[in-house]
């Protein structure tokens, strides 16, 4: 078995004891797989060359400044010959913005790794303030991935980007499922949950990957005013929505933080070296 698969092997079962559903986890080579050809190899490293220039575009021009044409010029072939590796610019923009939300993740693992499992408070806040740094050091990688949809064409296959997503949201919702299985906290009345925000509910669990039978949609609508919450503020500070009144929007994000997870049962603590007095401020 190859090196390669053995490091994929033993990655999926680091983020299967870290609590990531393994539907959630896709690796690149199963246990059995064989060994990548020469062609192949080389296929790959030119593929991931195409990837790593049409991502640096995206942030210097923006989505609608990544070009194949640009691509193969920096990279000495031809346009025509990129087709040989991407279907078009569409699948191209799918693909990096799937490695995008993989690099997230994994930068939320790395964040989390530091603490035991069992360490459930202390994960959430770090795994929160890890999605946020990660936001605000790749403002536009954070513009394509949650920003307005790009319009791409409707034969497009999008799922890469959508499994990756699927991964990303797998290192919040384990975490708080954690949180819902301990009974942190109390769900609210069914009374308050229309039909139709019923629906919306369900339509939203299915999509993020958070569906399952033990999961109340009760339960989805605390999640969703939660992260609703949080990732507004990360918006606000990303697309510097709030730059003619907040010079510094980590307090507010800390205030809110402070307020979302306390709701949930989590103990709040500070960053290190952060006043604790910064969160009290009345937002």
């Known amino acids: 078995m190859s090196n390669i698969a053995d490091e994929n092997d033993s990655a999926l079962t680091w983020r299967v004891r870290r609590g990531v559903p393994a539907h959630m986890t896709q690796p690149q080579l199963n246990q059995g797989a064989r060994r990548p050809s020469r062609r192949e190899r080389v296929r790959e490293a030119t593929l991931t060359e195409i990837k790593r220039i049409a991502r640096q575009h995206l942030v210097e021009y923006g989505a609608a400044g990544v070009s194949l044409r640009a691509i193969a010029r920096e990279m000495g072939m ?32 790395e964040a989390d790794s530091g603490f035991p499992e069992e360490s459930t408070d202390q994960r959430i806040l770090t795994s929160l303030r890890a999605f946020r740094r990660w936001a605000v050091e790749h403002r536009t990688e954070f513009a394509v991935m949650f920003g307005p949809r790009t319009q791409l064409a409707p034969d497009v296959d999008v799922s890469p980007a959508l499994e990756a997503a699927r991964r990303f949201g797998a290192t919040f919702f384990t975490l708080f499922d954690r949180l819902l299985t301990e009974q942190r906290f ?13 629906h919306e509910l369900r339509s939203f669990a299915d999509t993020i990957g958070f569906s399952a039978p033990h999961i109340p949609v009760e339960a989805v609508s605390v999640l969703s005013s939660c992260w609703v919450r949080l990732y507004g503020v990360v918006c606000m500070e990303t697309f510097r929505h709030l730059n003619f009144v907040m010079e510094d929007m980590e307090p507010l994000f800390e205030s809110e933080l402070r307020a979302v997870l306390t709701d949930l049962g989590v103990e709040y603590r500070p960053p290190e070296g952060h006043d604790p007095t910064a969160t009290s401020m009345s937002v």
């Open 186 to 198: 109390t769900l609210p009345g069914s009374e308050h949950i229309t039909p139709e925000l019923s």
């Open 78 to 109: 031809t346009a025509p010959g990129l087709y040989r590796y991407v279907s078009g610019i569409d699948a191209l923009l799918v693909l990096i913005t799937a490695d995008m939300f993989d690099e997230l993740a994994d930068a939320i693992i």
